[in-house]
């Protein structure tokens, strides 16, 4: 069953336009139904069409091989830039990555990013929508052979890259940066090096989307058909914390409230408010088991980065020389792929993204207050930088509850909630006259 929205609302201060009903922004819809699963459809088969995107490939072809595919990509993002008013910028990433594990010479890489600048110059949020549009067959370093890579993961190319299109030609007060990044398959190189580079350079980089493997519908061996569901993954505990903000974390039972994981909950209440028939599962881990992908060099850099996969997987597609066995077919070909699907998940992106980058930012210094002993919750927080809310929603859930169960609306920067701390969690978002929330932010014990 769909889940409708399980928020109650309680209205603490009555305010003019009253924050009574979830509401859609028409904006945002319509963004939401000019994603195409024709456009994506094109997308994948012209990055099929490159033979082999494999890391190490060709780079001279005109037609085939890594090189020939990252020019296309950017060439497609600078058509779609061009609606954009001169707000958009594309650009090659570029880097030499070092020989070693799965690169077997020094090998200059090139991610593609269209960097969609926010509208208010003062506003210094990013946002970034991510999929790699490397390939590869069984054997890692077969930089020759036929591999298509169209769920894997071309699927997530081209989400970055139907977004972009649609995006282009609106405006939002944040930055959004839609990547193709490269070196996946051999070792998250691509996105290692964005990552990177967003520390050095101090991007303040408030969610990363990271889409690998978004396009296909059929779980190998189960035979479960699934369109309708994905997966977010987040991890619970930060991947970097200092010593205190771990003690911190243990003592306020903050373990399943990390950056990630708000973005996580955010995406599936926006994405499920904006696209139909979609069922988004939280996953609590950080990645499927033992697996990785380019939203964790994000989460080792301190940024908050999820995961978007299908819900079932199809290994006789990924990592597979394209062939027939025993009457089964191997191989990521384009023809397996359910482009409904890729749109309705380039869906949730879009929207999630367009709520991230049209909200006010988060508010700031959020803490519970422990001066003193209560059985209610005290919380304060300091107004955001930039535009002004409209007010903040103060979210409430049970400690062993996944979602956010309550939803107070304040126009001031306290709450005194009578509901106490020691059974609740709590956290605080900003939101605008037209309903756009930013990311909660888990509070401090302060004084
Ligand atoms: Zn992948």
């Known amino acids: 069953m769909k889940r409708i929205s399980l928020f109650i609302i309680s209205l603490i201060t009555i305010s003019a336009s009253a924050q009574t009903t979830i509401r859609q922004d028409p904006a945002i819809k319509q963004m939401v139904d000019e994603v195409s699963s024709k456009n994506i459809e094109s997308i994948v088969r012209k990055l099929v069409s490159f033979k082999t995107r494999h890391t190490l490939s060709d780079t001279v072809s005109k037609t085939e091989g890594v090189g020939a595919a990252r020019n296309w990509i950017k060439a497609e993002y600078e058509r779609y830039a061009a609606a954009s008013n001169g707000r958009m910028k594309v650009q090659f990433d570029e880097f030499v990555q070092p020989k070693g594990n799965r690169i077997d010479k020094p090998t200059p890489m090139k991610n593609v990013l269209a960097i969609l600048k926010g509208t208010d110059t003062a506003d210094k949020r990013i946002y970034i929508v991510s999929g790699h549009y490397d390939s590869r067959v069984s054997d890692v370093m077969d930089v020759k052979s036929f591999a298509p890579g169209a769920v894997d993961d071309a699927s997530g190319t081209a989400v970055s890259m139907e977004l972009a299109r649609v995006m282009a030609k609106r405006r939002f007060p944040a930055t959004i940066i839609f990547m193709a990044v490269v070196g996946e ?124 996969t299908e819900m079932n997987e199809d290994f006789n597609r990924q990592h597979q020389d394209i062939r027939q066995e025993n009457g089964v077919d191997y191989g990521d070909l384009p023809d397996f792929a359910d482009y409904d699907y890729i749109q309705k998940v380039a869906r949730m992106n879009l929207s999630t993204l367009a709520n991230l980058a049209l909200a006010p930012s988060s508010p700031q210094n959020v803490g519970v207050i422990t001066s003193g002993l209560t059985n209610k919750t005290q919380l304060k927080w300091d107004a955001p930088k930039g535009k002004a809310p409209a007010g903040y929603y103060v979210l409430m859930r049970e400690t062993i509850s996944p979602y956010w169960e309550k939803k107070f609306f304040v126009t001031g920067t306290t709450a005194n909630i009578g509901y106490s701390k020691d059974n609740y969690l709590f956290a605080v978002q900003a939101v605008d006259a037209e309903g756009h929330e930013s990311l909660p932010v888990f509070p401090k014990p302060v004084r």
Do not use: C
Request: net charge neutral.
């Open 185 to 308: 398959e051999q070792g998250l190189y691509g996105s290692t090096n964005v990552a990177k580079r967003a520390k050095a350079e101090g991007w303040q980089i408030d969610a990363m989307l990271n889409n690998d493997i978004v396009g296909n519908t059929y779980g190998m061996e189960t035979g479960l058909k699934d369109n309708r569901s994905v997966r977010v993954f987040s991890e619970g505990v930060p991947a970097v914390e200092t010593e205190k903000q771990a003690a911190v974390r243990n003592s306020v039972g903050g373990e399943n409230d990390s950056p990630a994981r708000e973005l996580a909950r955010y995406t599936k209440e926006i994405a499920e408010r904006y696209v139909e028939q979609l069922d988004v599962k939280l996953i609590y881990r950080r990645d499927r088991y033992l697996r990785g992908g380019d939203h964790i060099p994000f989460s080792q850099q301190g940024f908050a980065a999820i995961r978007i």
